[in-house]
């Protein structure tokens, strides 16, 4: 097959999605099939397209808005931008296209009403309900109800829907969609044979790392104040936060505040399969998620995951079996099942092993491209 993998995004960059598309290419081309992938930073003149299209637009947004809906007013400059330079795609030589997030959902479902093409989509965040509930946009404001059609839209255009977890039904079914239409897929990586499947490289201390972005949703600042209630049994604990991020500064400043000296801010990295062989326990307090690619890399790991009872984490995490899980927020718990691991070494191994054995039996580049490999060949 001939496929097209479309993203809204500058492609590659750092970050889970870019990350899948690169995964989800091999996977899909050591299975014998031609891909190719399609993005803004690929085409030539997008910067003055953008600027053209972004004139005319404002001056129309002006005019029937006002200057207060900025926010749908850059959306729609992306996505005419994307649509202008897509549009002169052929895209008659695909079998397959298939959109990685909804803006080219919602691009390629137009587009193809010409080619006729299996249209897949898999959306790696809901765009609507994400910002509702951030309380980014008024759940009853006209940008609201503009970013809930667009998302509707790129649930209409598609004939089948990828999902990461099952955690996204729900929110899709309220946007139209059908369970026969969705397909879980639970994300794959590729295993890096360099690496020694060990924990802990360094036996004088435990060591504890989370590795994500530094936003508000991923939760660090309620690991500080987790580890501050067990301040008393850190003495031999390094906790590394690997990753960076808007919030970095506050967080290096609740952690002075709570004194936690042995917390370590390392930044982002680009030697993460190392560090993880460094480490006993991984965690990630999240708040909101949907199938973090950390995770799946500590799992591949062999260690044991402190997380959280968000999107499809309970998925993969089931609690007491490949790792431990808590209300996001609760403070109290997450610093109970912490100490717990801290103090149990046998119990950090048993959880590890089974988080192993998990994720190289269902967590593979090779999986996760053969299952959507059977739903293209279906489709066509």
């Known amino acids: 097959m001939r496929i097209l993998l479309t993203t809204f995004w500058n492609y590659p960059h750092v970050g889970g999605l870019s990350n899948y598309i690169t995964n989800l290419k091999h996977g899909l081309e050591n299975r014998g099939h031609v891909v190719e992938i399609t993005c803004p930073n690929e085409f030539d003149g997008y910067v003055n397209t953008k600027n053209n299209i972004s004139d005319y637009l404002w001056k129309f947004y002006q005019q029937r808005y006002g200057k207060d809906k900025k926010k749908f007013f850059q959306l729609d400059v992306n996505f005419y931008t994307y649509l202008t330079h ?45 910002r509702i509930k951030f309380k980014e946009v008024d759940k009853d404001s006209l940008s609201a109800r503009y970013f809930i059609e667009i998302d509707k839209r790129a649930v209409q255009y598609a004939d089948k829907i990828i999902i990461l977890s099952d955690h996204f039904r729900e929110p899709l079914k309220q946007l139209g969609a059908h369970d026969s239409k969705m397909l879980t897929v639970h994300t794959g990586i590729e295993e890096n044979e360099e690496i020694e499947y060990t924990k802990g490289a360094n036996r004088h201390q435990t060591i504890i790392s989370c590795i994500a972005r530094l936003t508000q949703r991923k939760g660090h600042h309620i690991l500080l104040e987790a580890l501050n209630m067990i301040k008393e049994h850190l003495d031999h604990v390094e906790i590394r936060i690997i990753g960076d991020g808007k919030t970095r500064e506050d967080l290096e400043q609740q952690a002075q505040h709570l004194r936690l000296s042995n917390v370590v801010f390392l930044g982002s990295r680009d030697d993460i399969p190392q560090l993880l062989k460094e480490t006993d326990i991984f965690v990630l307090p999240t708040i909101n998620d949907s199938l973090p690619i950390s995770i799946i890399e500590a799992m591949h790991m062999g260690l044991p995951i402190v997380s959280s009872y968000v999107g499809g984490i309970p998925e993969l995490i089931h609690h007491q079996k490949e790792g431990l899980l808590s209300t996001p927020g609760d403070i109290e718990t997450l610093s109970k099942h912490l100490l717990l691991l801290i103090q149990n070494p046998s119990l950090r191994n048993e959880l590890g092993e089974n988080a192993r054995k998990f994720a190289q039996a269902e967590l593979t580049v090779n999986e996760m491209s053969r299952k959507i490999e059977q739903e293209y060949q279906s489709l066509l």
């Not at 052929?90 to 587009?111: F, P, R, S, V």
């Open 86 to 130: 897509l549009s002169q795609q052929n895209l008659e030589g695909y079998d397959i296209l298939h959109a990685q997030d909804l803006a080219t959902a919602y691009i390629l479902g137009m587009l193809n009403e010409h080619y006729e093409k299996p249209l897949l989509y898999t959306p790696h965040g809901i765009l609507s309900l994400t």
